[in-house]
């Protein structure tokens, strides 16, 4: 295989770019942080201002060519995220001072309740902007905002109208006020104002996503500017541009659902003129008002069009210019907690909205992936806590289908990661997320962060080096050199699936759905591989003996979550698909309206297949829709499946947090194959045997471990045998101490009769650093060449010394060790170094959200 031959021959390509914060630091600092990146294993970086005092000005212009100057020496590449600051949308504050015409719009639906009947009545309605704040001790003062039109409607109930009874007053209205009869009744006036007042504090002031003039405004400021200097080095050492969590901002979260949250709304300077007279009569129910159904048409029409906007008048106008100069354009929005369907922190729709972009686009921060936090909702920083099911079963899948779906990406799809865990992430947890990510498709990563600044930078920890005061960060590059080897094998072919599932936002917006996680969540746990497919590709799909195939991944099923309306476009395509085939299965029912409000045509969906969420996986199975499968149920292996020219490719990783998972399992194809380490960059031989025409592989997999199974045209060689119980070693350990700073140096020698957690030894609570553990111990026979040495329980990296010769590092578990060649008969000097975080030292706001972890080797310590 041509790809394992460049990694195991060290020229697999670089795959991580990690933020490289800028603040105005000195030259001899920004040149010694390139350094640090460069000696962990990466090979590229993105500058960030965090924020920079002089953004595209002299000081700044400065630093970036000392940056530029090293990558270009040291044969880095050179990304930059294009904003002063984050999130992207502030184009350097050049909107706010220079173009306020281009600041962000939004309808503002304003509701007044009034009974009738009374003739020559009137109404206030210029007080209805949400510029306006009310106060009981002080005048408030109008504001100037466009009315687009104001509606009256019966109500039929708290927050309910007549659907017939819309009727438009607007030209009633003078001078901020409404002269109108009312009729008898109780009656709800709208008022629709066009305001750039109301949205979420944070961006205020920031460009337009759904205006390209705005958008060219941080062309014109950040991407143009640096062109003008760097134009030598696009395509070259300069990379491109990464946008971070650009977004509508239409209100302050994660919970932005359409008629669901009351909130301005994203909007455009003539925008209403898309809309039907009709349809704009009903604008005002794409509020949380209700209309005895006929809400729905008009926010699917809405949310359709403005995410189909922002998708082609930001990113889309993003991605052209950078094409047009020869580099790319990559970034992530925020997909918090199902944002990425909704208004608020989201754009729309997740697909429309970075289509353009050159990768696909995730992020994770803020402890929002933990080992074990799966189960659905947990308590973290914020107010509402994370979604563990979205999180941990759609993000990242989400993020590498469309990475998949998508030509112009090329399978690419690029994750932040590790940022704002606070001090207690360490290096273990990290190759746990790395891992999580891999394993699901994501293939390259933005490392959150390398910080100059004076240790410790409050900003989101932890950082990377630290200034040299992270204990663990000699040991990046065993982290990222296993990165960079996975990955590689993980690019340059085809991700292989049988299974489609299709995303949610259409269903969300039009009424009760089911969130994709859920049934995502169902075939992660029975290793049944799938991409999450949205309805516009569906659409474009082309079909063929019993399947459909999307940019060359070919699908022989279509599962679709529970949906109370869909698109008849897309109802007509499921029949167009069962005809041809393919099987389409619906979770706990089926559509029973279209996006205009009509019942679904059952002759359409008569062929299709309906079943409950927890029972649809194992239909699957039996219709041969899996890909691989285990011997019993493994609700924590998790599985991907990647297809080079000469063989395929099979990663599997144990994702539970405590436990070994041992399993047969069976694998699509029937050649034989071999194990790949990445951390020893070694292929292994692995147990395997053949059954019905397949190849079965017995998988042990400890908790942190994964593995990757190559095919191979040659017959492997035997595995090794299963360890035995071995013996303990065991006696009075020589422990010493050294911090980050004093390293190699140790000093407060101690003595330990039994391995104990560090951490609660007098005086070491907050001891944060290497723990250096010294024994002599003596064999009386032979050990064979194979012998293993089994640290046990260690928190958490692991350096090993026997006899003089280096055994290796090992940054999770398990913390075994060859052990054979070094051992002597006779005594023989082990040493073992542990160094564990800076949570224990820094004890940091963020790291409340961690386990602590013991600190140091708690054993047992087996000879096997």
Request: aromatic share 10%; hydrophobic share 40%; proline share 5%.
């Amino acid at each position: 295989m041509k790809r394992l031959a460049e990694v195991l021959d060290n020229k697999q390509e670089n795959y991580v770019l990690p933020f490289l914060w800028l603040h105005g630091e000195p030259e001899a600092l920004l040149r010694e942080s390139v350094a640090k990146i460069q000696e962990a294993g990466i090979h590229a970086l993105c500058v960030e201002s965090r924020p920079h005092p002089d953004f595209c000005g002299e000081g700044w212009w400065r630093d970036m060519d000392i940056i530029m100057d090293e990558a270009r020496r040291r044969g880095m590449k050179v990304w930059l995220l294009d904003d002063s600051h984050f999130p992207t949308g502030y184009a350097n504050g050049k909107i706010k001072s220079d173009h306020p015409g281009l600041v962000k719009k939004y309808l503002k639906i304003h509701q007044l309740d009034f009974v009738g009947p009374l003739q020559d009545a009137s109404f206030l309605v210029k007080w209805g902007s949400p510029g306006n704040r009310m106060s009981l001790t002080a005048a408030p003062k109008a504001v100037n905002d466009k009315v687009l039109g104001i509606i009256a409607a019966r109500r039929t109930g708290e927050n309910s109208v007549d659907p017939a009874s819309f009727a438009d007053v607007s030209s009633h209205e003078q001078d901020g006020v409404l002269y109108w009869d009312i009729p008898e009744g109780d009656w709800r006036v709208f008022i629709m104002l066009e305001t750039i007042h109301g949205g979420e504090p944070h961006t205020e002031g920031y460009l337009n996503p759904l205006d390209p003039e705005a958008v060219k405004v941080l062309i014109s400021e950040v991407y143009e500017s640096h062109y003008a200097r760097y134009a030598a080095d696009f395509g070259e050492t300069f990379a491109g541009f990464f946008s971070d969590e650009p977004r509508f901002g239409n209100m302050h979260g994660a919970f932005g659902s359409i008629g669901r949250a009351e909130m301005v709304l994203p909007w455009k300077e003539g925008l209403q003129e898309q809309f039907t007279a009709e349809e704009k009569l009903l604008l005002p129910l794409l509020s949380t008002v209700e209309a005895e159904g006929a809400e729905h048409a008009i926010r699917y029409k809405y949310m359709d069009i403005v995410s189909r906007m922002y998708g082609e008048a930001f990113t889309g106008t993003l991605a052209a210019w950078c094409r047009e100069h020869g580099v790319e354009y990559i970034g992530h929005l925020i997909e918090d907690n199902n944002a990425h369907a909704r208004l608020g922190y989201g754009a729309g729709h997740f697909f429309r909205a970075i289509w353009e972009q050159d990768m696909a686009g995730i992020d994770v921060v803020l402890n929002q992936i933990m080992p074990g936090m799966d189960k659905g909702p947990f308590k973290s920083m914020t107010a509402k806590g994370w979604d563990g099911e979205f999180f941990h079963y759609g993000l990242a899948k989400m993020g590498a289908s469309l990475g998949h779906l998508d030509p112009k990406k090329r399978n690419r799809t690029m994750c932040e990661v590790y940022g704002a865990y606070g001090w207690a992430e360490g290096i273990k947890l990290m190759k746990w997320i790395t891992d999580h990510m891999l394993v699901r498709g994501v293939t390259h990563f933005v490392p959150h962060a390398f910080s100059p600044k004076e240790f410790p930078d409050p900003d989101c920890p932890p950082h990377l080096d630290a200034r040299g005061h992270n204990p663990q960060y000699r040991f990046m590059s065993v982290l990222f050199d296993y990165l960079n080897r996975v990955s590689h094998l993980l690019n340059g072919g085809q991700h292989v699936a049988n299974v489609g599932l299709l995303y949610h936002a259409e269903a969300e917006w039009l009424g009760e759905y089911m969130l994709f996680q859920k049934p995502a969540k169902e075939l992660a746990q029975h290793q049944i591989e799938f991409d999450v497919i949205p309805a516009d590709l569906i659409a474009q799909a082309e079909l063929g003996g019993g399947t459909y195939t999307i940019n060359g991944q070919t699908f022989s099923a279509l599962v679709i979550p529970y949906a109370e309306a869909l698109p008849q476009a897309l109802l007509e395509r499921v029949k167009v698909f069962t005809d041809a085939g393919i099987r389409v299965q619906f979770i706990d029912g089926l559509p029973v309206r279209n996006e205009h409000g009509e019942q679904a045509d059952g002759t359409l969906l008569e062929q299709a297949a309906v079943c409950g969420l927890e029972e649809f996986t194992a239909q699957l199975i039996k219709e041969n829709h899996h890909d691989v499968h285990t011997s019993e149920h493994q609700p924590y292996l998790r599985s991907y499946h990647y297809r080079q020219a000469e063989g395929d490719v099979y990663m599997f990783f144990n994702e539970e947090p405590y436990k070994v998972i041992e399993t047969t399992v069976t694998l699509s194809g029937d050649r034989p194959v071999v194990a790949y380490d990445g951390f020893s960059n070694q292929v292994k031989p692995v147990s395997q045997s053949q059954a019905d025409g397949k190849t079965e592989v017995q998988l042990v997999l400890h908790p942190y471990e994964s593995v990757v199974l190559l095919e191979s045209r040659v017959e492997a060689e035997a595995a090794p045998q299963q360890a035995n119980d071995g013996a303990e070693i065991a006696g009075e350990w020589s422990v010493s101490f050294a911090t980050a700073t004093a390293y190699p140096s140790f000093s407060a020698e101690q003595t330990l009769v039994s391995l104990q957690d560090i951490s609660r030894v007098e005086g070491k609570a907050r001891f944060s650093g290497t723990m250096r553990y010294e024994l002599a111990f003596t064999l009386e026979e032979e050990v064979p060449a194979n012998a293993v040495l089994d640290l046990g329980r260690v928190y958490e990296v692991a350096e090993v010394t026997l006899n003089g010769q280096q055994l290796g590092v090992k940054i999770c578990p398990p913390y075994i060790f060859d052990a054979g060649t070094a051992l002597v008969l006779g005594e023989n000097r082990l040493v073992i170094e542990v160094t564990n975080n800076l949570g224990k030292q820094e004890q940091d706001f963020l790291s409340q959200y961690m386990i602590h972890e013991p600190s140091g080797l708690l054993g047992p310590v087996v000879l096997r």
